[in-house]
Each structure stands twice: as C-alpha cells, then as structure tokens.
C-alpha cells in the first residue's frame, strides 16, 4: 500500500493556531480591563455615578479577610484616599457588594496614582509638607479649587486632603472656605455656588455682612447617612447592614461607650460625655479613629450638652488628630443630638475654633451649616522648599 505523503504545516499556519488558542484568554483579560474601570458588566452603573450619593464604598482586603483600606468611586475612575498597598499583601476587591478579580488591584493602584497627582505634583506629599506646623504653613490640611468635572452640574470642584496626606470625601469647614475665596477672587458671581465634591455637589450660599462682605457662608450638607453598611460602620452578627447605629455600646481602651455613627459624606462616630475638657483625646481619639468597627477608620465627635439648643464639642479627625473645628462633624453632632432625644433639630454647635449653626430641616431632610469664613493671611509656597525627602 502506498504511504500516505506526509503534510508539512506552515510556520504560518503554527502562528495562526496559537493565536486563535490564546484569543480567549485575551478577551478575558480584555475583559477585566474594562471592568476593573467601570466600563464592562454591573459595576457601578451610570444612574449610581450620576447620583452624587451614591459613591460606593470599595473594601480592599488580603488573603486572610482582613480590610486594609477603601476606594470610593467617582465618574467611572477609582479614587483612594490613603497608601492601601502593601508589598506583602495579596489584594482583592469588593465594590458594592461584588467582587472584583484580583489582577485589577495593580489597575485600580495605577489609575489611582493619577488622580492622586495634579500638575505632575504629589499632592499627598505636598499636603503633609504645607500642614507641618514646624516647616511648612501649618494647617490641618490642603484645598484645591478646580474646574467642576461637569460645567452643567457643578460651578466648581474642591478637593481636600487631610494633614497625613491622606484625601477625604468631604470637609464642611473647607467647603464654607472655598466660598469666600471664590467670591473675594471673583471666580464665580453666582451668589449660590455647586461646589463639587467626592462627597457629591453641595450648595454654598453666601451670608453678606453689612460691608457686603461673605462672612458667613450657609453650607447644603445634604442628608446624613445612617445604615451601617453606608457609612460604613462593622455590623455585628445580629444588626442589618441597613439598620442605624444610634447609642450602640462599644469597647475602646477597656471602658464602654455608646455611639451614634453618621456619614456626611465621611463617617463620623458621635460620643457624648459629662465633660469634653478631661478627655486624654491624643489616646481616646486614635483608639476610636483605628477601631475594628470602622473600615475606612473614622472622625470622632465627643459631645457635652449644655442645654436643649447648645453644645460643646471636641473633635478628632480622621487623618488630622484633634482639630478646632469640623464642619461635617458638627453637622454629625447635630444630627445625633436630635436622634437620641438630647436636642430639636435646631442646636449651636461650640467648638474650640468658633460656634456652626447646624439646623437638620424637617421637610427636605437637608443639613444646613451656617458658620464663618475670613482670610488669615495671603502668600507663596515653593514645594520644593517644604516637599519632604
């Protein structure tokens, strides 16, 4: 029988059957790609983006299950507002509730390198350079006023980074600043500014003095947050995610404390005590601020009441320590006064910096803070003199 002539197969031909082995794997990949920056499939879909309250909270945790930091989503891109990426740690993610493959934690790490630069600065180096009290300005943080990301929706964009350089949602003080400057320097003549923010578009309306001066500035905090899961606050096993966290006992530093946890955009736990003066806050502040139950850490209100329409506050912040004032804290303060029966919904909120007026309207649910605003002093800042090694 004659033997069957042998087929030669075309290094051509080899080229062309790898590629179409491999095509699938690529399009999974590509896949990924479009997922991991919001693109592809479920997550987050534009209605969530387009709603500036929906900005979901974005746990990242390594093999073990432990949470070692948070990404909040902002227009398709992912921003983080702290260094959440170990060498050592292998990196997963959940994104509102879905799990995200792990090959994008090292995506998610470089499209968040770009935000967290502007100009070709650093700006979180920047930020701990110009908030040292010793060599730089001295400051419990660093605002930049930029262009809204939608002319149509906002007026202007504010983004705040908190003295460790760390980025925060939202600072209510910040916003009532950012008001007076844009007015005083004429970058806008809207007499109520859209004031962009990671915590979503906040309304700045101006309180003239009777110079016509904006020394006061009326802040639209919006609604406050209260499911745990949104804030977020650890659930223990027996509490929906959805349910408040109002007067909750918790452990810090072997004593029991109760707490109302509210998000103004940034979580805030509320604590009142029978004295705000005698409090060792450089210990209880960070124990709080670290504490397991708070994922993305925290600020921290401790609270005195004087009377049914004043109380006295101090105040540590996430990433600051103790600051003079707190804008959003007050405005958590006052909600929590109203939701524990201690205050109405109208309470002068004193701090070591000034006194918020903070009013939850009942009809909108809105938080209105009400507070001053004036220039301290005016100059230049060179980083390269301040930016550290």
């Known amino acids: ?7 030669d197969v075309s290094p051509k031909t080899i080229k062309w059957i790898w590629c179409l082995a491999f095509a699938p794997f690529a399009l999974l990949f590509f896949m ?46 992912y921003v983080q507002y702290a260094d959440l990426f170990p060498d050592d740690s292998t990196l997963h993610i959940r994104l509102g509730g879905h799990e995200v493959p792990p090959i994008v934690a090292a995506l998610i790490a470089t499209e968040d390198a770009r935000f967290r630069t502007h100009s070709g600065i ?11 009290r010793h060599y730089g300005v001295g400051s419990d943080g660093l605002v930049l ?9 906002a007026d ?45 578009v906040k309304l700045l309306q101006r309180v003239d003095d009777a110079g016509g001066c904006p020394s006061r500035v009326c802040v639209d905090m919006g609604t406050p947050e209260l499911a745990r899961q949104r804030i977020p606050v650890r659930p223990d096993t027996t509490s929906d995610p959805e349910s408040p966290c109002i007067g909750q006992p918790i452990r810090v ?34 124990a709080f601020e670290h504490h397991p139950w708070f994922p993305s850490r925290t600020n921290t209100e401790f609270v005195q009441l004087m009377d049914a329409g004043h109380v006295r506050m101090r105040v540590w912040e996430r990433g600051a320590g103790e600051t003079l004032a707190c804008g959003t804290g007050a405005c ?13 919904r109208e309470v002068a909120v004193q701090l070591r910096g000034g006194t918020l ?33």
Request: glycine fraction near 8%; charged fraction near 25%; aromatic fraction near 8%.
């Open 32 to 77: 990924l790609l479009l997922t991991a920056f919001g693109l592809f499939g479920r997550m987050p879909s534009f209605e969530e983006l387009e709603n500036p309250r929906s900005n979901l909270a974005t746990e990242i945790y390594s093999e073990d299950g432990k949470v070692i930091g948070t990404f909040f989503v902002q227009n398709r891109s």
């Open 145 to 153: 006023i930029l262009p809204p990301t939608s002319p149509d929706s």
């Open 1 to 7: 029988m004659p033997k069957k002539k042998k087929t």
């Open 332 to 344: 958590a303060v006052a909600v929590a006064c109203h939701l524990t029966g201690r205050t109405g």
């Open 253 to 286: 530093l072997d004593r029991e404390w109760a707490v109302t946890c509210v998000s103004m955009g940034n979580p805030h736990a509320v604590v009142f005590v029978d004295d705000v003066d005698s409090l060792d806050l450089p210990v209880v502040g960070p």
């Open 122 to 132: 650093d700006i979180p180096s920047l930020a701990r350079a110009v908030s040292d």
């Open 156 to 200: 202007l964009r504010m983004r705040m980074f908190n003295a460790d350089g760390s980025e925060a949602e939202m600072c209510g003080n910040a916003s009532r600043c950012v008001g007076r400057f844009a007015w005083e320097h004429a970058l806008t003549d809207r007499p109520v500014i859209r004031l962009e923010t990671l915590a979503g």
């Open 357 to 389: 007026d903070i009013r939850w309207d009942e009809r909108t649910g809105h938080v209105l803070m009400t507070g001053p605003a004036r220039t301290v002093f005016s100059g230049e800042y060179s980083p390269a003199q301040g930016q550290e090694d």
